[in-house]
């Protein structure tokens, strides 16, 4: 990624990251600090979370629609956010030449990345997070999630409140990354 924006000649950003894309952005935001204006992590594992490894398994073993669907539905507060067009999107994306070896590395790095106990590892950028309060896939210490200041749980969301309160999701971000592009002038 930060190869990328340097073949774009992009410099400072503003990072959003979901899940394991969380951990991606946060991991650039802690190697290069200096090129995150902010960073929100949504849904995000490893900062006072654990993930339920037995459901990225599941997800990975998932071939059918019926196991598909079964494994998506546990993203969401409201199952009935997984419909036909959502099951076949994935269904071809793990039919790609490679996806089942690929998502079976990401498994075996996330297993070796759980750790025994939570704990918060916030980069030295502004960091907001955002969380489903009826997760499923990664489970939070209530205790060390009350030490990070810019948290925000959603109620009614699960795995995916980008889509399940896409509004109240975004409104968050937005208002985080103006608060840093205001800033930003400011300095200049």
């Not at 899940?19 to 090129?35: D, F, K, Q, T």
């Not at 993930?51 to 990225?56: A, M, R, S």
């Not at 297993?111 to 499923?136: H, S």
């Amino acid at each position: 990624m930060l190869a990328f924006l340097n073949q774009l000649d992009i410099g400072a950003v503003d990072l959003v990251g979901h899940s394991l894309g969380g951990s991606i952005a946060a991991h650039m935001a802690i190697v290069e600090p200096a090129r995150i204006n902010s960073l929100t992590l949504v849904s995000n594992y490893g900062l006072a979370t654990k993930v339920d490894v037995d459901y990225i398994d599941e997800f990975i073993a998932a071939k059918r629609r019926k196991g598909v669907k079964t494994a998506l539905k546990k993203l969401f507060f409201d199952g009935g956010a997984v419909n036909s067009d959502m099951i076949e999107g994935v269904l071809r994306l793990k039919r790609l030449e490679g996806s089942e070896q690929a998502l079976g590395t990401i498994a075996d790095a996330i297993r070796a990345e759980q750790i025994g106990e939570a704990r918060i590892e916030l980069p030295l950028v502004p960091t907001q997070i955002i969380i489903g309060k009826a997760d499923k896939i990664i489970t939070f210490d209530d205790a060390l999630l009350a030490k990070i200041e810019n948290l925000t749980l959603i109620e009614n969301a699960a795995h995916m409140p980008q889509v399940e309160q896409a509004a109240q999701t975004q409104s968050l971000i937005k208002e985080f990354i103006g608060q840093y592009q205001d800033l930003e002038h400011l300095q200049a």
